[in-house]
């Protein structure tokens, strides 16, 4: 990489992306009722991609296909967390602090059986989603579809126009590295 090209990436990031956050809570974009409660997880989707440093269409459908199944899963969680309070009648702690410890235990066990769906991006997924008080797993899986779909559109698509570059690899069949022998 070009000492230009860098340049053109630090532009894009120091000044684009806090042009768009300004913008974002001058018109309530942010506020609390306002959309960004509900269009997380889309932004999560290239968030975590950079975060992971993945570099394919691959892993970006793994990101994808890990927050679609995590948004549930924090439902089911917070339903979890209901039942125990309402039914069994546990203290709010207590009934809390279960269900986070059953939650996480069985996130953790599915991962291996079921890494496409239980992956460590939907683990960050579930812990964000699991902490708002009022899961709504609907609009957040067509936020990570949708809205995770056009930010990673406008991202890669301007790093590609501005610096003349493709910062991801437009493949779902890349080749898994070969195991090194010992």
Same mark, same amino acid.
Do not use: D
């Given at each position: ?59 970006? $459908?793994? !990101?994808?296909? &890990?927050? #679609?199944? =995590? +948004? ?7 339903? %979890?967390? *209901? /039942? ?58 067509? $936020?990570? !579809?949708?809205? &995770?779909? #056009?930010? =990673? +559109? ?7 126009? %501005?610096? *003349? /570059? ?17």
């Amino acid at each position: 990489m070009n000492k230009t090209t860098i340049v053109k990436i630090a532009l894009v990031l120091c000044i684009g992306i806090p042009i768009v956050l300004v913008l974002g809570l001058a018109t309530g974009f942010a506020a609390e009722n306002g959309p960004l409660p509900m269009v997380w997880p889309g932004f999560f989707v290239v968030l975590l991609f950079i975060i992971g440093k993945e570099s394919s269409l691959r892993g970006l $459908a793994q !990101i994808a296909l &890990g927050g #679609l199944v =995590a +948004v549930w899963y924090a439902w089911a969680g917070n339903q %979890l967390i *209901g /039942f125990l309070l309402n039914q069994l009648h546990l203290h709010q702690w207590a009934a809390v602090g279960l269900g986070v410890c059953v939650g996480v235990f069985v996130y953790g066990a599915l991962m291996a059986p079921l890494p496409w769906a239980f992956n460590n991006y939907g683990f960050l997924y579930y812990l964000v989603a699991a902490a708002f008080a009022e899961a709504k797993p609907v609009q957040w899986s067509g $936020a990570v !579809i949708v809205v &995770g779909a #056009l930010f =990673a +559109v406008l991202i890669f698509g301007g790093i590609k126009l %501005l610096c *003349g /570059f493709s910062p991801i690899k437009l493949s779902f069949l890349e080749e898994e590295p070969a195991a090194v022998k010992e």
